[in-house]
């Protein structure tokens, strides 16, 4: 639920790693007999090497910048996450609902369910339109169709109170959390 491109940044990431496995096996023929010797039956490499200063100033230089646009695009990347849950314009004025009041109304509506150790929601701008992700930790053994109706339930509580239905991606986990949670309710 991100904007970028997944398959892009694999394949990105794949020609880094080839092109740092190839600097670092060349460099450490140059500097390792043992090295040197591993690929001697498929590369031959001089024994030494006369390299002008200015030269290795630009392969540092070249370094620097590939080290510098791999830092951006990993930073930059994994955005569409946001705090708005709806946003509604009507001419000059706006609503803007935080995603503060979906969890409320979600932690509020499945705090019942003896099941539900947690819930987290996020929401993502995808396409332009904005889609919520419930991520419910279920206790280990617990009935699934049971907090998947009181996820339905809740669901149909926050359309009521935003007015409007939001594109909902419902995970539910069960990990570490719902293997240590102790039963605190009881009915």
Same mark, same amino acid.
């Given at each position: 639920?991100?904007?970028?491109?997944?398959?892009?940044?694999?394949?990105?990431?794949?020609?880094?790693?080839?092109?740092?496995?190839?600097?670092g096996l060349t460099i450490g023929a140059g500097v390792l007999p043992a090295v040197?010797?591993?690929?001697?039956?498929?590369?031959?490499?001089?024994?030494?090497?006369?390299?002008?200063a200015t030269s290795l100033w630009i392969v540092a230089v070249a370094c620097a910048v590939v080290i510098v646009l791999a830092l951006v695009w990993v930073f930059t990347r994994g955005g569409g996450g946001t705090s708005v849950a709806v946003r509604e314009r009507s001419g000059d004025d706006a609503v803007t609902i935080?995603?503060?009041?979906?969890?409320?109304?979600v932690d509020h509506e499945l705090s019942d369910v003896r099941d539900v150790v947690g819930a987290k929601v996020d929401v993502f701008q995808v396409r332009r339109q904005r889609a919520a992700r419930i991520r419910v930790a279920v206790r280990r053994g617990g009935d699934a169709v049971a907090v998947l109706?009181?996820?339905?339930?809740? /669901? $149909?509580?926050?359309? &009521?109170?935003?007015?409007?239905?939001?594109p909902v991606l419902v995970h539910l986990t069960?990990?570490?959390?719902?293997? /240590? $949670?102790?039963?605190? &309710?009881?009915?």
């Open positions: 639920m991100t904007r970028s491109n997944r398959t892009l940044n694999r394949i990105i990431l794949f020609v880094l790693g080839i092109i740092a496995v190839l600097v040197r010797d591993a690929v001697r039956p498929y590369l031959e490499l001089p024994r030494s090497l006369d390299v002008p935080n995603v503060a009041l979906v969890r409320d109304v109706d009181a996820v339905d339930r809740a /669901l $149909a509580v926050l359309d &009521r109170t935003l007015g409007r239905p939001v069960g990990g570490t959390r719902s293997v /240590l $949670a102790k039963a605190s &309710r009881v009915h």
